[in-house]
């Protein structure tokens, strides 16, 4: 674990897991993908230390790093194993296979791929549980099902899977898995054929067949959903689909860099032909730059590129509607280092499920508008006070209102890093006043008044904390706009931001007494 605060450029060791520790724990010993849960950190692992299966799934805690043990109680027919991702609203958790560690470590294993033993099923689990639930079978055709790029939106039901190899002709494809009518499925969504190609351009594992498989190596889907990216590492093509339909991507645009045969050339220096091809994807969260790297894995680069891989990073300018076009000014060599996976300062396509808004901000009406229909909907909250709906939206606007005077007052005395522990401690000490406390002040009977109604909501609109809803918003960092100076800069950054402050105020009240008005 590497602590990238609080300069990034100058990185600490913070801790080590030692081999010994995770195999004790969980009886694995290749860990490969790590993706992170508020509960846990969730790592995949291929195999054994003697180099066998079954592989899986293991956690560590996220906050002292210690091996928990092995993810799975039940894992059913489950054997191989290599990415996982999740639907977080649907309880289910998505694997994918590759193979045993001793089929990849060495190179390709031709016996096993000839006779169809490399992984070629999604499988899904209960997440809740832990339990294998459903197995989907793409055929041993198919050989290597391996990245899984789940939408990022959380009501879509559905992803991608990359399939490396056909057995049938060399093609590679992408799948894709989705929910309908209860039921989980599969079907091949992208297909791309092997080229033709004079056996002398190719390494002994392919001369026979002449041609060049696409060997399909990652894929990436963009935050929005609307674009899937597909590197075809031994041609040299890195493929942009439009994902709009997903169930029918459509083909937009494609570059060249590399390739077994074809050794296409970078802008940058357009003499040098290159080696290696597209290999791993980082998609800005944006859409808008699109990275790839061309090393693949020690043991199967020297497999189809015999010349060894001169290692390199690319970058690539995705317009609003689609198309590709290569920077050529940014083409960085990496000598004996290998860039792998590209992870972007700021945010990229890498997680799931998004959490933002088409303009890059949170999406505080995505968030907000369900927590406020279950306060609705909470016989405790909302239908208590659905016949005093007028009372009720009062209190609550007269909470919200007093938090924000009370917090702009004190921005103009106090320092804003004080403010913000200040505002922190007052709701801790506060949480631990009411647990401290034996009982909850009551009255005896129910006959209050249209004030008493108000001055009690806007008590427990601000105790549970929906009047410091505009907290966020209002300690946030302040940009000076440009051209401006002084204090009327930040007027005006606070004035611009106005609009999308009034929007993660009002959304959990609206969704709230959108909710209980039908009751009462």
């Given at each position: 674990m590497v602590d990238t605060h609080p300069d990034p450029r100058n990185l600490r060791r913070a801790r080590v897991i030692e081999p010994e520790a995770v195999s004790s724990r969980t009886g694995y010993a290749?860990?490969?993908?790590?993706?992170?849960?508020?509960?846990?950190?969730?790592?995949?692992?291929?195999?054994?230390?003697?180099?066998?299966?079954?592989?899986?799934?293991?956690?560590i805690d996220h906050y002292t790093f210690e091996v928990l043990g092995r993810w799975d109680v039940d894992r059913g027919p489950q054997f191989l194993a290599y990415d996982f991702w999740w639907h977080l609203g649907y309880n289910v958790m998505v694997t994918s296979e590759w193979g045993m560690p001793r089929m990849v470590e060495q190179g390709v294993d031709v016996e096993a791929l000839l006779n169809g033993r490399y992984g070629h099923r999604l499988r899904l689990w209960d997440l809740r549980r832990r339990r294998h639930a459903q197995s989907l079978d793409l055929s041993s055709e198919h050989q290597m099902v391996l990245e899984l790029r789940p939408a990022h939106d959380p009501t879509r039901a559905c992803g991608f899977a990359r399939v490396i190899l056909s057995l049938k002709d060399l093609s590679a494809s992408a799948w894709l898995w989705y929910r309908e009518n209860g039921a989980w499925s599969v079907r091949k969504a992208i297909e791309i054929p092997a080229e033709p190609a004079d056996p002398d351009q190719l390494p002994p594992i392919l001369k026979d067949f002449r041609a060049v498989p696409p060997l399909v190596t990652d894929i990436n889907l963009s935050l929005d959903d609307r674009f899937l990216y597909v590197s075809c590492w031994g041609t040299g093509e890195l493929r942009q689909y439009d994902a709009c339909d997903p169930f029918h991507p459509q083909l937009r645009g494609a570059v060249r860099f590399g390739g077994i045969a074809s050794r296409a050339p970078h802008p940058k220096d357009p003499a040098r032909p290159l080696n290696g091809g597209p290999q791993m994807v980082g998609i800005r969260w944006d859409g808008r730059r699109v990275y790839v790297t061309n090393p693949s894995y020690i043991p199967w680069d020297p497999v189809f590129y015999p010349e060894g891989i001169r290692r390199w990073l690319a970058k690539l300018d995705a317009g609003p509607d689609g198309r590709l076009a290569v920077d050529p000014a940014c083409f960085v060599e990496f000598g004996d280092d290998r860039p792998h996976p590209v992870r972007l300062e700021g945010g990229d396509a890498s997680s799931v499920p998004s959490l933002r808004g088409r303009d890059g901000g949170l999406d505080p009406v995505g968030q907000d508008v369900p927590a406020g229909a279950y306060h609705g909907l909470d016989p405790a909250m909302g239908w208590l006070f659905a016949l005093a709906l007028r009372s009720t939206a009062l209190g609550r606007l007269l909470a919200v209102g007093l938090a924000a005077r009370l917090l702009l007052a004190l921005q103009a005395v106090l320092p804003l890093s004080l403010l913000r522990g200040l505002t922190a401690a007052v709701l801790a000490a506060f949480g631990v006043y009411r647990l401290a406390r034996a009982g909850h002040p009551h009255r005896v009977g129910m006959r209050v008044g249209f004030r008493d109604r108000i001055a009690w909501s806007m008590r427990m609109a601000s105790s549970h904390g929906v009047g410091l809803m505009p907290s966020p918003f209002l300690l946030g960092p302040l940009r000076v706009v440009p051209g401006s100076h002084g204090s009327q800069g930040l007027h005006s950054a606070w004035i611009q931001g106005l609009p999308n402050g009034l929007g993660e105020v009002g959304a959990h009240p609206i969704g709230y007494l959108l909710t209980a008005g039908p009751i009462a």
């Open positions: 290749r860990p490969h993908t790590v993706r992170c849960r508020p509960d846990r950190i969730y790592i995949s692992d291929l195999g054994n230390p003697e180099g066998g299966g079954p592989g899986g799934i293991f956690v």
